[in-house]
């Protein structure tokens, strides 16, 4: 399990907020997860909420007395003293009544309260039906909360109460889990992608022979969803278009599945007219097969070899969102990643460069590739290419610490 760092303050003070829905029983799960490493959790329910999980569970996992009511312990002055005292609030689940109230600035429980008087980072995570997640009144409390400052992830897609899917699931609590760590590393500071709204595409793609094999690479999508945690915990609404990556879908972040070049180029295509920013770290297939056949290619009885397999070029999508935001007018950044090797012909910066020069992104992420480097692993070691000739190096380290870095330097790129 995660944990943060050892040259943070010893247990950090965390409110729990816990909505009444019926995702309110996953936030024992999330209660554990701070707990085991090293917070100091309070629990503040709703009244709606203890009628899913009930006190006994949330005094047993935190250690603390729980009340939903300002009245009790009314001595300690919980619905101002908890506010003021937290270094995170989080809520989870944030039901759109909650999300009512707290955007109407009601003080009507002890967690209305705790919000109204909270001075740290507050991280907000709704899960309702699809049809209350989308209704206008619900998009207009989400867009007033995030204009104050408060961090309020997307909803999961899937299944939802009976037998209905659809976006308004809560996330996984180890995914918000995360994402608070990312928030509660960089507290104290403003959430510097709030309102703002960003593309990353993720994973390798697959361009099938036939209905068994395909053509694909080595990529794991980890540096990607690490760019789309990131992103979201540092408030921005994110949509990830994911090419066969077999990962938990990270908290707050819009998930477009894909397969093939052509998949990932319409989905991203069709998502970064609206987006501030526009972050190409997927590993898109440079050639497809020209035909592929309906069944299995079988091997030849008499030991022969297979016929020659005609390839043709797929689309340049960094190439074409470049375009797309030059003849649109769009006030973008866009950020291109190169998975390079050296050879004869130059390093793997003289690659990076070239490639930097081709596409007319603004920002260039350039890794060097092979065995135990990039793909597959947890960890990375970059360069971040600048259109004005900028040069950062990162060094090795997380992939989760490869993001911030990268989104650091696309912060001051972004237009008022």
Not at 20 to 37: D, Q, V
Not at 306 to 332: C, F, S, Y
Request: aromatic share 4%; net charge negative; hydrophobic share 50%.
């Amino acid at each position: 399990m995660t944990t943060l760092d050892a040259a943070a303050p010893a247990r950090p003070r965390v409110v729990l907020g816990v909505g009444g829905g019926i995702a309110a029983y996953k936030a024992a799960e999330l209660l554990r997860a701070f707990t085991e490493s090293g917070h100091d959790v309070t629990v503040v329910p709703t009244r709606a909420a203890l009628k899913f999980v009930g006190a006994a569970t949330w005094e047993a996992l935190s250690g603390k007395p729980v009340s939903a009511e300002v009245w009790d312990d009314i001595t300690e002055v919980p619905h101002v003293r908890l506010g003021q005292q937290a270094d995170l609030v989080v809520v989870a689940p944030a039901t759109a009544d909650l999300l009512a109230r707290a955007a109407a600035g009601l003080a009507d429980d002890l967690l209305a309260n705790v919000l109204l008087t909270a001075h740290c980072p507050v991280v907000m995570v709704p899960a309702m039906h699809t049809e209350m997640w989308e209704h206008a009144a619900t998009r207009a409390n989400v867009a007033a909360l995030r204009a104050r400052g408060v961090i309020v992830l997307d909803p999961a897609v899937g299944r939802l109460t009976g037998k209905d899917t659809g976006p308004g699931r809560l996330p996984e609590p180890g995914a918000i889990f995360e994402a608070c760590l990312d928030v509660l590393r960089r507290r104290g500071e403003e959430p510097d992608l709030l309102g703002r709204t960003v593309v990353v595409s993720a994973g390798g793609t697959r361009e099938h022979l036939d209905p068994v094999r395909f053509l694909g690479n080595r990529s794991s999508g980890k540096q990607g969803y690490a760019l789309a945690e990131v992103a979201a915990a540092r408030g921005a609404r994110v949509v990830l278009v994911s090419a066969n990556v077999a990962l938990p879908d990270p908290a707050g972040a819009t998930v477009v599945r894909v397969t093939s070049a052509e998949d990932l180029r319409r989905a991203v295509l069709q998502h970064a007219p609206g987006a501030d920013v526009v972050v190409m770290a997927a590993a898109v297939a440079d050639f497809r097969p020209v035909a592929v056949a309906s069944h299995k290619i079988k091997k030849d009885d008499a030991g022969g070899v297979p016929d020659p397999i005609a390839l043709e070029r797929t689309a340049d999508v960094l190439a074409e969102v470049v375009a797309a935001r030059a003849a649109e007018g769009r006030r973008q950044v866009v950020v291109g990643f190169a998975a390079e090797t050296g050879d004869a012909s130059g390093s793997v910066l003289d690659h990076g460069r070239a490639k930097l020069a081709r596409k007319g992104c603004d920002l260039l992420v350039v890794n060097e590739v092979g065995d135990g480097k990039a793909f597959e692993v947890d960890h990375n070691e970059v360069v971040v290419l600048g259109a004005d000739g900028s040069f950062i190096e990162v060094p090795e380290g997380s992939k989760r610490a490869v993001a911030e870095a990268v989104w650091d330097s696309v912060v001051p790129l972004l237009h008022p």
